[in-house]
């Protein structure tokens, strides 16, 4: 649905304080997302310290990466021209004209 009507000038200057997800909005998020992908974390011990995983570390680990990794991902970029390694690279990149000199 677009908005058709005319643009304040308030409008297109307004900026929102994000306010960082408390714990339990994330550990919501979390469980949802991981439900998607058939993940029920119900079957790991709730608090088990001689477990392998067990929830209450699983879920502080995903809340710590969530706060961490999104930021530095958004700020990433990259340059649209960079040749990103390949394991196996295409076969016209080898023949093709390049200023990197020979291979």
Known sequence: MFFSGPVHRWAM???MAVTP???AQLDT???ARLALI???LDDLPMD???APADQVRLMSSL???LRDVPP???VLSMDPQLRIPTLYPAEFLSWA???EGPR
């Open 48 to 50: 088990d310290p001689v």
């Open 21 to 23: 997800p408390t714990d």
């Open 29 to 31: 998020f979390i469980r």
């Open 13 to 15: 200057n307004a900026t």
């Open 38 to 40: 058939g993940v029920d």
């Open 72 to 74: 530095a991902i958004s």
């Open 97 to 99: 004209p390049s200023n």
């Open 63 to 65: 809340r710590t990466f």
